[in-house]
T-cell receptor, first 114, second 112 residues
Framework: SAVISQKPSRDICQRGTSLTIQCQVD?????MFWYRQQPGQSLTLIAT?????????ESGFVIDKFPISRPNLTFSTLTVSNMSPEDSSIYLC???????????FGSGTRLTVV | GDSVTQMEGPVTLSEEAFLTINCTYT??????LFWYVQYPGEGLQLLLK?????DKGSNKGFEATYRKETTSFHLEKGSVQVSDSAVYFC???????????FGQGTRLTINP
């Protein structure tokens, strides 16, 4: 399975600022997925990032708030823009090499907005 | 749309007890089914999976069988340990769609 390096692991940010989260994979993958886990909740998909095309956002998530870059097959970034306390969550990236191997997750970025 | 429903937690058991965490799904076609585990302060780890009906996934003493007739994928372990304390997520993916749909998670606490 793939190994994912995600950073930062945690951050405390002021409201109104932006944070960019990086996700590096040790294998080339077509799709990378970004999830949000609000405190005590399950995971919700934010968007799917394909290399060479615009990310596909799920209902309730918009590009202006969560811009995503996917410059190559091993790297992606998610930016949380104009943050408010409601954005305090764990953000995780995920990839799947093949369905046989399932999905691998990064260790997550624990974001607190004050 | 596709969805996953897990038994509500939290679940508290004594060490060596038998564990069942129920999971049912709603999906068209033939999804793959997964159990993920999240230990305190960590990311998600794949615990086990099954890709077709009647498949049994197993790992670390945990088992789950893909039951298409009951649209279920219940997680079981015969004798739990304190180290099994974590949040467990049931999830599905559709071939081609590739994104995961998660259940709400079940927090499990094992007391010595």
């Amino acid at each position: 399975s793939a190994v994912i390096s995600q950073k930062p692991s945690r951050d405390i940010c002021q409201r109104g600022t932006s944070l960019t989260i990086q996700c590096q994979v040790d294998s080339q993958v077509t799709m990378m997925f970004w999830y949000r886990q609000q405190p005590g909740q399950s995971l919700t998909l934010i968007a799917t990032a394909n290399q060479g095309s615009e990310a596909t956002y799920e209902s309730g998530f918009v590009i202006d708030k969560f811009p995503i870059s996917r410059p190559n097959l091993t790297f992606s970034t998610l930016t949380v823009s104009n943050m408010s306390p409601e954005d305090s969550s764990i953000y995780l990236c995920s990839v799947s090499l093949t369905e046989f191997y399932g999905y691998t997750f990064g260790s997550g970025t624990r974001l607190t907005v004050v | 749309g596709d969805s996953v429903t897990q038994m509500e937690g939290p679940v508290t058991l004594s060490e060596e007890a038998f564990l069942t965490i129920n999971c049912t799904y709603t999906a068209t076609g033939y999804p793959s089914l997964f159990w993920y585990v999240q230990y305190p302060g960590e990311g998600l780890q794949l615990l086990l999976k099954a890709t077709k009906a009647d498949d049994k996934g197993s790992n670390k003493g945990f088992e789950a069988t893909y039951r298409k007739e009951t649209t279920s994928f219940h997680l079981e372990k015969g004798s739990v340990q304190v180290s099994d304390s974590a949040v467990y997520f049931c999830a599905l993916s559709k071939q081609g769609a590739q994104k995961l749909v998660f259940g709400q998670g079940t927090r499990l606490t094992i007391n010595p």
